[in-house]
């Protein structure tokens, strides 16, 4: 069974290869589902590393479902990872009924040209997961992160089952919540990868900060943050007026 980390970092990602992971996921921010990750860390994980990396392509929290302007920097991002030789790209794009966006989706795949392609967790939105599959098989996806639709892939793992007797041409990759005391319930089900990051908190500071950096106002999953130009154009009028 390959095993596949998702790393959030450098530090993460080295720790993987030394744990003898077999693959790995790079993105940022965890917390909000993973986007994807600066350019400083791609340049510096092509230079310390020799697994296979996938590389997250998802420009923002929230829905999977983009304006043009976001779609655009999605290639661009899969542009320079196939520039700088990354192993595959993980992405999808939505409809806002919650189904595939077939011809988005598809050009990132084109785009992503040699590079292995994996349909991210936004397959645990769509309405109906056998046609999804059936879609994003036609389509030529080499395989799907999912957790069957649940929390967690544990809860979802019947689903899972089902998907994976199915698939006949990508691979169904169980992710979510996978860990040691699980783990054996996946490979008794014969799936042939598995998804989990392995994460472990570490402490840095001596004392927790006066003041929390963190604003759940902003992790809507039905809802889009956009800076508006007619909240900023009336702060400018007040700040500029006599």
Not at 12 to 34: Q, T
Not at 151 to 166: F, K, N, Q, T
Request: charged letters at 25%.
């Amino acid at each position: 069974m390959l095993v596949e980390v998702c790393a959030n970092s450098l530090q993460s990602a080295l720790n993987a290869e030394k744990a003898g992971a077999d693959r790995i996921e790079l993105c940022s921010e965890l917390g909000v589902g993973g986007i994807t990750p600066s350019y400083g860390l791609l340049k510096s994980i092509k230079e310390q590393l020799s697994l296979p990396v996938h590389v997250l392509i998802r420009p923002r929290s929230g829905d999977f479902t983009y304006s043009d302007t976001e779609f655009e920097v999605m290639k661009r991002d899969i542009q320079l990872c196939v520039e700088l030789g990354f192993a595959g790209v993980v992405s999808g794009v939505l409809n806002p009924d919650f189904t595939v966006d077939m011809d988005r989706t598809l050009k990132l795949l084109r785009m992503a040209g040699p590079l292995q392609f994996t349909f991210h967790r936004a397959f645990d939105w769509v309405r109906d997961p056998f046609a999804a599959l059936a879609q994003l098989e036609e389509m030529g996806v080499d395989r799907i992160l999912s957790s069957g639709q649940r929390p967690s892939a544990i809860e979802g793992i019947d689903l899972l089952g089902r998907l994976h007797i199915m698939a006949t041409r990508c691979t169904i990759m169980p992710g979510g919540g996978i860990r040691q005391d699980n783990v054996l319930e996946f490979k008794k089900m014969g799936f042939e990868a598995i998804h989990l990051s392995g994460i472990k908190f570490h402490r840095n500071l001596d004392k927790k900060p006066g003041i929390s950096m963190n604003s759940i106002k902003f992790l809507e999953e039905d809802e889009v943050a956009i800076s508006d130009i007619g909240n900023i154009q009336n702060i400018l009028k007040r700040v500029n007026s006599r």
